[in-house]
């Protein structure tokens, strides 16, 4: 009786494991559409004389909208925090709702761009692991 209890409990804290696993490989599939999106911001810095990009039109992307996937809504470039951050929009994953985002914040290092990501809705154990420190 005991070791069926253990075995419940194990499989109970499984099934949670699995689910968060999964919600972050979705939330990581939004990562996948910004690879596009950073070469236009480090181009446009690289060309427009150190400036970074406020919009999708300047960097010369789609409108946010169009750069979806199945769990992704948009990705958009803007200004907050700064100028070129890249902001992926997620639909509604699992039991999370729509409209969590993910930023990507670029900081210029020389000829190259570095980026930071964090989330201001997401909790820590749904950041996608790339993005943690």
């Given at each position: ?121 997401l909790g820590a154990n749904l950041i ?6």
């Amino acid at each position: 009786m005991i070791t069926l209890a253990i075995i419940g409990i194990l499989g109970s804290m499984a099934i949670v494991s699995y689910q968060d696993y999964m919600t972050r490989s979705k939330i990581s599939s939004g990562l996948t559409l910004t690879a596009a999106a950073k070469l236009a911001v480090a181009e446009y810095y690289n060309s427009a004389g150190g400036q970074l990009p406020d919009t999708n039109a300047a960097a010369g992307l789609p409108m946010p909208a169009s750069i979806t996937n199945k769990y992704t809504t948009s990705v958009s470039i803007g200004v907050v925090p700064t100028s070129g951050t890249i902001t992926v929009t997620y639909g509604t994953i699992g039991s999370l709702a729509a409209g969590n985002t993910l930023l990507l914040v670029p900081t210029p290092q020389g000829a190259s761009m570095r980026w930071e990501c964090s989330s201001p809705t997401l909790g820590a154990n749904l950041i996608p692991p790339i993005c943690r420190d």
